[in-house]
């Protein structure tokens, strides 16, 4: 059985079949820092290998699901690359490498042969819409708040919003999300089918949900998943090596500094396309 004593992102239980993974931090808000980019893809490769797992259930602490992106921590990992990578081609290949590990930290859910359950209340914002695109089913609280916040922060999402989110609610619903960066409710993610379910005890009804799915043939469980997934991941895996390139040409810029100045002066951002 799985066992994981010395995580900082993230508290795991394993019992009768089903993995709790709660997002703890450290960072306010379950903010995902350079901790939970690292014990993410740690955890789901072993829940995949772990034949007493036959479900998995993934949601936040503390009322939120995840602020998304820890900028303030990972600030030590990308300062140095974006402050010279438009002039050097070995910090761009770097920077490149960082954004594929932390794709691959997504798609971690993805890859897992056990199905993800994905309970969301409170916030979900930028790379927390990245983590639940990657699960098999999301549900969330009435009081569930989304954003695709990327692009208010000079970034184009790169870490598989933009690849999967299309599949899940479409185009044209995905594009407007995308460009305007703008929150939206449970209930309209209900309706654009970005969760399938509305619930007061979103966690509870998780819990629900796993043991249903936890109930049925395993093997033929992470069949269904497989079968499904094997038509799309070819696609979404070559958006997400197109955007390691576009980002790592593109996303040093004074536009991304404004973006960064702003939100620790927490003042609106004032962009001039430079």
């Known amino acids: 059985m799985s066992s994981f004593p010395s995580l900082r992102s993230l508290r795991v239980h394993v019992a009768g079949g089903i993995a709790e993974v709660e997002l703890t931090g450290p960072g306010k808000g379950n903010a995902m820092g350079p901790d939970f980019w690292k014990e993410l893809p740690e955890v789901f490769a072993a829940l995949s290998d772990d034949d007493s797992v036959r479900a998995v259930l993934l949601f936040g602490s503390g009322g939120n699901f995840s602020y998304g992106l820890d900028l303030p921590a990972m600030a030590p990992v990308f300062a140095p690359l974006l402050a010279v990578c438009g002039m050097d081609a070995r910090l761009r290949e770097d920077f490149r490498r960082k954004i594929r590990d932390m794709q691959e930290a997504?798609?971690?859910?993805?890859?897992?042969?056990?199905?993800?359950?994905?309970?969301?209340?409170?916030?979900?914002?930028?790379?927390?819409?990245?983590?639940?695109?990657?699960?098999?089913?999301?549900?969330a609280a009435p009081t569930a708040t989304f954003s695709?916040?990327?692009?208010?922060?000079?970034?184009?999402?790169?870490?598989?919003?933009?690849?999967?989110?299309?599949?899940?609610?479409?185009?044209g619903p995905a594009r407007h999300l995308a460009l305007t960066g703008e929150d939206f409710d449970a209930g309209r993610a209900h309706r654009l089918g970005l969760v399938t379910e509305v619930a007061d005890d979103v966690v509870g009804r998780g819990r629900e949900l796993a043991a249903a799915v936890a109930a049925n043939p395993p093997l033929v469980v992470q069949g269904v998943k497989h079968v499904m997934n094997?038509?799309?991941?070819?696609?979404?895996?070559?958006?997400?090596?197109?955007?390691?390139?576009?980002?790592?040409?593109?996303?040093?810029?004074?536009?991304?500094?404004?973006?960064?100045?702003?939100?620790?002066?927490?003042?609106?951002?004032v962009f001039t396309g430079d």
């Open 230 to 269: 094997h038509g799309r991941e070819p696609s979404v895996q070559s958006g997400l090596d197109y955007v390691q390139v576009w980002n790592a040409a593109f996303l040093a810029s004074r536009d991304f500094n404004e973006a960064a100045t702003a939100f620790a002066e927490r003042r609106p951002a």
């Open 106 to 139: 997504v798609s971690s859910l993805s890859k897992c042969s056990k199905p993800v359950i994905a309970a969301v209340d409170g916030w979900c914002i930028g790379g927390a819409i990245d983590v639940i695109t990657a699960a098999d089913i999301r549900i």
């Open 148 to 171: 695709v916040r990327e692009v208010k922060v000079a970034i184009v999402a790169d870490l598989g919003s933009l690849q999967r989110l299309p599949g899940i609610i479409g185009e």
